[in-house]
């Protein structure tokens, strides 16, 4: 089965998207005019890097009221990433944005964090906001289960995820994210 929480985007007061955790087809009996209004809105990819943009306030449950999920991403040199999130709804919520690793995810300081693999580190500085709720867990994700049956799997541990949440709720939030490697 999966899960929002298992991919680097978005919860609403810990709900995910489409009809998430309600089987293996998140999208099974969800709107096609509302998935229609999550899209790419601006992207423009050059030899020196890219610059991508997108709505996807439409790939979450009209019961959550999102207005706008704007993720802008961009690479603003090599080996540097901007990730750009602004959230807008209609009542108050607790916003939170998942990173994954599939090693550990280390505190490198104040809304600093690093994950290595084979020598090799991401460093990830959260700027906004700047008064989060950060926590590092255990990353479990469904495992595969028996064809015909894969949202059967087991729960298996792999790695851990950095789960960041508003502190408090809101119509509206805004994490920015800078990445370097």
């Known amino acids: 089965m999966p899960l929002t ?20 087809d998140a999208w099974a009996g969800f709107p096609y005019a509302q998935m229609n209004k999550a ?3 601006h ?4 030899v020196r890097g890219f610059d991508i943009e997108g709505e996807g ?6 019961s959550l009221g999102l207005k706008r999920y704007v993720r802008r991403i961009k690479m603003t040199a090599p080996g540097k990433i901007e990730v750009n999130d602004l959230v807008e709804s209609g009542a108050p919520h607790i916003f939170t944005e998942i990173l994954h690793s599939d090693t550990k995810v280390e505190q490198a300081g104040s809304q600093k964090y690093q994950i290595k693999v084979e020598g090799v580190a991401l460093n990830a500085f959260l700027r906004l906001p700047s008064q989060a709720s950060s926590k590092i867990k255990p990353n479990i994700v469904m495992g595969p289960g028996r064809p015909g049956s894969v949202d059967k799997g087991s729960l298996e541990p792999r790695g851990e995820r950095l789960v960041v949440s508003t502190t408090k709720a809101a119509t509206s939030a805004q994490f920015g ?3 370097s490697f």
Do not use: M
């Open 5 to 24: 929480i298992e991919h680097n985007t978005l919860l609403v007061d810990g709900h995910g998207q489409g009809h998430d955790g309600k089987g293996h």
């Open 39 to 41: 899209w790419i809105t």
């Open 43 to 46: 992207a423009d990819l050059s």
């Open 57 to 62: 306030a439409g790939a979450y449950d009209s």
């Open 177 to 179: 994210w800078d990445f």
